[in-house]
């Protein structure tokens, strides 16, 4: 049976207060960047992805890649709430020696196939993958998620243009439109708007949510589950910090490190027991 949207939403506000608790130990930045992304990465391992923790390495598994390296505090976390490794090493993250490094490294841990961190290079990954199982006619699907202040890298660009030319209707790009960036506004840095029509013209089926509601973030996965001719793009409109009062669209998240008392104030207003 597949999980409801509450539980999907449960699941999240946990992982919420998992990686705020990473960040603090481990010393991380890039807190407000993980936590615009948890909903659509739950929705993504507890519905959407065919990939057990069993099998990581199977073959025939779908791929995801979290371009947006830096955020990879919420995929460690969601990984653990599927089982693919213990949740003690959670607290490793971003240490000297840990096998949870910053930014990964592919393999680092089951479930974690790409090196990310360096921002334009990933949704050419993911088309590699695509287009291999396409030649071998292999059933399996390959999401990439991109930043949107990564859309300013020319290599997305080329990426998105080579895509729709050789037909990668198993490919999903979800871009993280949060409207932020490291030290600004996505907008004032260089206009990425109309984004959606951006991806359409290059030749994706697009679509546009909101990256924080359930509901709509899986009626979504429901429509393209269904055999499409495009790639597909699903511009999700989410919120930096989502989910922590203090950090929503507060970009001093982008780098600022909980304190022991900030955490302690996320654990209460997730209602962490
Ligand atoms: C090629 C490259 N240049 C610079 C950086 C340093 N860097 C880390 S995060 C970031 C930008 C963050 O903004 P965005 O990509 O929109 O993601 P968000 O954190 O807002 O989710 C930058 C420039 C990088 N990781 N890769």
């Known amino acids: 049976m597949k999980p409801t949207s509450q539980l999907i939403s449960d699941i999240a506000k946990k992982i919420r207060y998992e990686i705020t608790k990473m960040s603090h130990l481990g010393e991380a930045a890039h807190l407000g960047s993980s936590l615009s992304c948890v909903d659509l990465i739950v929705a993504l391992y507890h519905v959407f992805l065919k990939i057990e923790p069993s099998k990581p390495f199977d073959r025939l598994r779908d791929r995801f890649i979290l371009s947006k390296g830096h955020a990879i505090s919420s995929l460690y976390a969601v990984l653990v709430s599927r089982d693919f490794f213990s949740e003690d090493l959670l607290a490793t993250f971003n240490q000297d020696g840990s096998s949870l490094p910053e930014h990964p490294s592919p393999n680092c841990m089951p479930g974690v196939e790409v090196a990310t961190g360096s921002l334009g290079h990933e949704l050419s990954i993911g088309i ?43 490919l999903i790009a979800i871009i993280d439109f949060n409207k932020w960036q490291a030290t600004g506004r996505s907008e004032e840095t260089m206009t990425l708007s109309p984004l959606k029509n951006k991806w359409e013209s290059f030749g994706w089926q697009t679509y546009e949510i909101d990256g924080h509601n359930i509901d709509e973030i899986l009626d979504t996965f429901n429509k393209i589950s269904k055999k499409q001719e495009k790639p597909i793009a699903i511009i999700a409109h989410t919120i ?34």
């Open 240 to 273: 930096k910090g989502k989910g922590i009062s203090f950090m929503e669209d507060d970009n001093n998240w982008h780098y600022r490190i909980p304190t022991q008392e900030e955490l302690l104030k996320v654990k209460n207003e997730l209602g962490i027991i």
């Open 128 to 170: 590699g993958h695509a287009l291999a199982s396409k030649i071998l006619t292999e059933p399996d699907k390959v999401v990439v998620l991109l930043s949107d202040g990564e859309c300013n890298e020319g290599t997305v660009w080329e990426a998105a243009l080579f895509a729709p030319a050789k037909n990668l209707n198993n």
